[in-house]
């Protein structure tokens, strides 16, 4: 059985208008993804809103809930709260084609769409890129400033040195 399929909204046989879906996600919806996580123990809810017109679907996904992930400061795990919405409309035509960003077109014989790809992506955009936990103190972040890199600024080329001069020619031949 696809697991994927758990993830269907089935719009056939429901009316115009709006309606609304609700799913729970965990690490068993992410180990259907083969791709690394850098996050443990999800907990998240999902609304998925459908509004159906008759030629289209308008589907509005809203995640909230927590994610651990690993200070990159301290190396402790800390809950991060998530938060994300997407938008995107859902077309009928001849084959499934989602090039557009926001516009996904299904095939006219389809009765149901799967938000599974949408949630995933939902998930994965709010991970921070930096992950510092809430716990970091003043005093760490100090000590880090302190010993990082600094910006050097580069050295400006000798004016008067005929080796500069050299490749500056050999530079605009090319």
């Known amino acids: 059985m696809d697991k ?3 993830y269907d909204v089935s719009f056939s046989g429901l009316k115009t208008g709006k309606h609304e879906f609700r799913f729970e996600i965990d690490k068993e919806f992410f180990q259907l993804f083969d791709t690394e996580q850098e996050f443990t123990n999800p907990r998240i809810v999902v609304d998925v809103f ?32 998530i938060e994300n919405q997407i938008k995107v409309l859902v ?7 989602d090039s557009e960003e926001d516009v ?12 599974a790809q949408l949630i995933y992506e939902n998930v994965m955009l709010s991970i921070p890129m930096k992950k510092i936990s809430p ?3 003043d005093e760490d972040l100090q000590i880090l400033e302190k010993f ?9 080329e000798p004016k ?9 020619k050999l530079k605009d031949k090319n």
């Open 160 to 168: 008067g040195d005929p080796r500069w001069e050299a490749l500056r």
């Open 4 to 6: 994927l399929r758990n």
């Open 50 to 81: 459908l509004h159906k017109h008759s030629t289209f679907l308008e589907f509005e996904i809203k995640i909230h809930g927590l994610v651990e992930l690993v200070c990159d400061i301290t190396n402790e795990n800390f809950d991060h709260p």
């Open 135 to 137: 716990n970091v103190s």
């Open 91 to 97: 077309k009928f035509g001849e084959e499934y084609d």
């Open 148 to 156: 990082s890199p600094k910006e050097v600024e580069e050295e400006e």
């Open 104 to 115: 996904i077109t299904i095939p006219t014989s389809d009765h149901a769409f799967n938000v």
